[in-house]
């Protein structure tokens, strides 16, 4: 049986401001990549998310970014690499404290955003995070874009990587995301979506904004939940799984000893 994991963005609620249904999320989802407080998110929602998580047995990762709360961690930024390594240990251990204060434990590292499509193929700001990492705790997961040089990267600086696909996102013919601010980035038809994620699952494969078929080797399937049909379409893209015989469960499963 073929089987995947499905992760989204979690925990980035700012004080008053909401963003995202994180409960509803949590019951759709296998694994949940949290803020840390860099690019959203504040300590009492955060943490109030990992509880949920814990209690619905969601695998947690730490969601890091560049620190810019302004942007949202979408600003391309060029931090020096003893910056970058900071920001990525900070980052980390601060959703350690918090996960182990809501019974659950932090398994994995997402980048978010600029950061993760800029180590996707930078090697000095990918050598930097790799490097807080394992500084933290060189047993975390990395979760990176499938078919990126980070991947290789990474594994060969000694870190268990697990490869994602982006179900709402357009992808160019080089396997890179379609920039935001062109049209056509983000898709937001449901069954669309849900038809292709069946695809890459059974074929491996996707289909190019300019038509191009491309190879995508992915463990893992994000569902932004930042839009306000994320929910409606994490549903549809789980059902049209399920109902194909797709087995869900967290990646990090994968990796237990």
């Given at each position: 049986?073929?089987?995947?994991?499905?992760?989204?963005?979690?925990?980035?609620?700012?004080?008053?401001?909401?963003?995202?249904?994180?409960?509803?999320?949590?019951?759709?989802?296998?694994?949940?990549?949290?803020?840390?407080?860099?690019?959203?998110?504040?300590?009492?929602?955060?943490?109030?998310?990992?509880?949920?998580?814990?209690?619905?047995?969601?695998?947690?990762?730490?969601?890091?970014?560049?620190?810019?709360?302004?942007?949202?961690?979408?600003?391309?930024?060029?931090?020096?690499?003893?910056?970058?390594?900071?920001?990525?240990?900070?980052?980390?251990?601060?959703?350690?404290?918090?996960?182990?204060?809501?019974?659950?434990?932090?398994?994995?590292?997402?980048?978010?955003?600029?950061?993760?499509?800029?180590?996707?193929?930078?090697?000095?700001?990918?050598?930097?995070?790799?490097?807080?990492?394992?500084?933290?705790?060189?047993?975390?997961?990395?979760?990176?874009?499938?078919?990126?040089?980070?991947?290789?990267q990474a594994r060969a600086a000694g870190l268990k990587v697990v490869c994602?696909?982006?179900?709402?996102?357009?992808?160019?013919?080089?396997?890179?995301?379609?920039?935001?601010?062109?049209?056509?980035?983000?898709?937001?038809?449901?069954?669309?979506?849900?038809?292709?994620?069946?695809?890459?699952?059974?074929?491996?494969?996707?289909?190019?904004?300019?038509?191009?078929?491309?190879?995508?080797e992915a463990q893992s399937i994000c569902i932004h939940g930042d839009t306000?049909?994320?929910?409606?379409?994490?549903?549809?893209?789980?059902?049209?799984?399920?109902?194909?015989?797709?087995?869900?469960?967290?990646?990090?499963?994968?990796?237990?000893?």
């Amino acid at each position: 049986m073929a089987s995947i994991d499905l992760n989204s963005d979690l925990g980035e609620s700012f004080g008053s401001w909401p963003m995202g249904d994180d409960a509803s999320m949590l019951g759709i989802v296998t694994s949940a990549n949290i803020a840390c407080g860099f690019h959203a998110g504040d300590p009492a929602g955060i943490l109030a998310v990992l509880r949920e998580a814990a209690a619905r047995g969601v695998s947690v990762g730490a969601h890091i970014g560049y620190r810019d709360l302004v942007g949202f961690g979408r600003r391309n930024m060029d931090p020096s690499s003893a910056e970058l390594v900071g920001d990525t240990i900070y980052q980390i251990g601060a959703l350690q404290g918090l996960a182990k204060a809501a019974a659950t434990a932090v398994r994995y590292v997402k980048p978010h955003g600029a950061l993760y499509n800029t180590i996707a193929s930078d090697a000095r700001q990918a050598d930097d995070v790799i490097a807080g990492i394992k500084a933290v705790d060189p047993s975390l997961i990395l979760m990176a874009l499938a078919g990126a040089p980070i991947v290789e990267q990474a594994r060969a600086a000694g870190l268990k990587v697990v490869c994602e696909a982006f179900a709402d996102r357009a992808y160019n013919a080089d396997g890179s995301l379609v920039s935001r601010r062109l049209p056509g980035a983000v898709i937001h038809d449901a069954e669309v979506v849900a038809t292709r994620m069946l695809r890459m699952v059974r074929e491996h494969r996707i289909t190019a904004i300019d038509g191009t078929e491309i190879v995508l080797e992915a463990q893992s399937i994000c569902i932004h939940g930042d839009t306000p049909s994320a929910v409606a379409l994490a549903r549809t893209v789980r059902a049209e799984l399920v109902a194909s015989g797709v087995e869900l469960k967290p990646f990090t499963e994968a990796f237990r000893d």
